[in-house]
C-alpha cells in the first residue's frame, strides 16, 4: 500500500463537511424553558463544531504484543522513549520501533476533546457562536484565543499543558471547515461561515485577548496547492488596528489515506509511508511571498517538526504523526509543546497594552 495524496484540480473523496450553522438562539419568556433550550442549543454548536475528525474504525493488528499498546491518557510525551517532534531538534536519533509506537494504532480517540457545554457560553447577539474557556482557580495572567477550524484545534491540547504551567487561559471559538478568514475558505461563499466568522472576530475584538491562535495556511496538497488566502490577511488586519497579537501557525499535509492505515498495513519503515517532502512543502511557505501581512502578525512554520528535509514519515520520534488523513494526533501536537512555549514566551513576555481589557470570558 502506498500513501497517496489529492491530485491538483482533484476533490478530495470526503471533504470536510460544513457543520449545521443556521441554528437560531431561542428566547422563550420562562426561565426554566430557556435553561432547557439553551442547553440544546449547546448540545446541537458542540454537535456541529469541530469534534473529532474521523476516517474509519481502527482495526486490531493481529499478531500485536498487547504490551505494547500504551494508552494514550497513560503515556507521558514527550519522553526519552517517545519524543515526537523533538526529535527532528537535534541530539541522538531514536530508533523507529513498531512495537513502540505512540499511541497504539489500535488507539481509536487520539484527537484534541472539545470542551465540556458548561465551559461554554452562546455568544449573543449574532449567529450561534460558541465561546468556550477553561475554568481556571486563578485570575490568568494571559489570556489566549484559538480561533477557526479543527487545524487551529489540533494545537490546543499543547496549549492547555502549558496554559497549566503559567496561568494563563485558553479561550476556543471553533467551527469545522471554517477558518479563521473575513470569507468562507473551504465552502466558498457559505453564508453560515462568513457569518461565524463575523462573530468570532467580533467577540475576539470584544474579549482583547493577549494572542490570538490560528492557521497561517490552507490546502497542503501535493502540487503544491497551499496557499495564505487574502481573507486570512484581512482578519489578521482587522485585529492589527485593535493592538492584537496573532500567532499564525502552517497548516499540515492533507493526504488521500489516513499514514496511520499505511503504518497498520505496511509498518512504519515502509517507503511508501513516506511522501516526499518537495511534492507538499514549498522550500518558501506562501505567506512569506506575500507584501502586506500585519505586523501584528508571528508566523510559526512547524513542518520541520513533521517532515525530514526530505519525506514527511508517517512516525516521527516514535509518535504517530497523525490522526487520521489530514489531522494531527493529539499525542504528537503535545511533543511539540517545548516548540510552541519557545514561540509563545516572547509574544506572552508583556501583556498588551490595553488597560481596558476585561479579564474572564462572561457568561
Same mark, same amino acid.
Given at each position: ?6 491530485? =491538483? ?25 430557556? +435553561? ?21 474504525? %481502527? ?15 497513560? +503515556?507521558?510525551?514527550?519522553? =526519552?522513549?517517545?519524543?515526537?517532534? +523533538? ?14 509506537? #505512540? ?89 453560515? $461561515?462568513? #457569518?461565524?466568522?463575523? #462573530? ?49 501557525? *502552517? ?10 492505515? $499505511? ?9 511508501? $509511508? ?8 514549498? =522550500?518558501?511557505? &506562501? ?11 508571528? %508566523? ?6 513533521? $517532515?525530514? &528535509? ?40 508583556? =501583556? ?6 476585561? *479579564?474572564?470570558?462572561?457568561?
Amino acid at each position: 500500500m502506498t500513501l497517496t495524496l489529492t491530485l =491538483p484540480g482533484r476533490v478530495p473523496a470526503t471533504p470536510e463537511p460544513d457543520p449545521a450553522s443556521d441554528v437560531a438562539v431561542p428566547r422563550p419568556r420562562r426561565p426554566r424553558g430557556r +435553561l432547557v433550550l439553551l442547553l440544546g442549543v449547546l448540545a446541537v454548536l458542540l454537535a456541529a463544531s469541530v469534534g473529532p475528525p474521523r476516517s474509519g474504525p %481502527f482495526t486490531t493488528v493481529p499478531g500485536r504484543d498487547a504490551a505494547a499498546e500504551v494508552r494514550l491518557e497513560r +503515556l507521558p510525551v514527550p519522553d =526519552p522513549g517517545h519524543p515526537g517532534a +523533538l526529535a527532528h531538534r537535534g541530539g541522538p536519533r531514536v530508533p523507529v520501533r513498531p512495537a513502540a509506537i #505512540a499511541p497504539a494504532l489500535e488507539h481509536p480517540e487520539d484527537w484534541v476533546p472539545f470542551p465540556a457545554p458548561q465551559e461554554c457560553r452562546v455568544a449573543d447577539p449574532g449567529p450561534p457562536l460558541l465561546v468556550c474557556g477553561e475554568e481556571t482557580p486563578w485570575p490568568p495572567v494571559r489570556r489566549i484565543v484559538v480561533v477557526g477550524d479543527s487545524h487551529a484545534q489540533q494545537y490546543s491540547g499543547a496549549l492547555d499543558a502549558l496554559a497549566a504551567e503559567r496561568h494563563w487561559q485558553v479561550v476556543r471559538m471553533l467551527r469545522g471547515a471554517c477558518p479563521f478568514s473575513t470569507a468562507s475558505e473551504t465552502a466558498p461563499g457559505s453564508p453560515g $461561515c462568513i #457569518a461565524w466568522n463575523a #462573530a468570532a472576530r467580533a467577540q475576539i475584538l470584544a474579549l482583547r485577548p493577549d494572542l490570538v491562535v490560528t492557521t497561517a495556511t490552507r490546502d497542503v496538497r501535493i502540487g503544491p496547492t497551499e496557499t495564505t488566502p487574502p481573507g486570512f490577511v484581512r482578519a489578521w488586519r482587522e485585529l492589527d488596528a485593535a493592538g492584537i497579537r496573532v500567532l499564525a501557525i *502552517r497548516d499540515n499535509p492533507r493526504y488521500d489515506r489516513s499514514p496511520v492505515d $499505511c503504518v497498520r498495513h505496511e509498518g512504519a519503515g515502509a517507503a511508501g $509511508c513516506a511522501v516526499p517532502r518537495d511534492l507538499l512543502l514549498s =522550500p518558501v511557505a &506562501p505567506y512569506r511571498r506575500l507584501p502586506d501581512v500585519p505586523p501584528n502578525v508571528t %508566523f510559526f512554520d512547524p513542518s520541520d517538526h513533521l $517532515c525530514t &528535509p526530505t519525506t514527511c514519515p508517517p512516525v516521527v520520534g516514535n509518535v504517530l504523526v497523525n490522526f487520521d488523513a489530514n489531522h494531527l494526533s493529539a499525542t504528537f501536537t503535545r511533543t511539540l509543546g517545548p516548540v510552541l512555549s519557545e514561540q509563545l514566551e516572547p509574544l506572552l513576555a508583556a =501583556p498588551a497594552a490595553r488597560p481596558d481589557a476585561p *479579564r474572564g470570558i462572561g457568561r
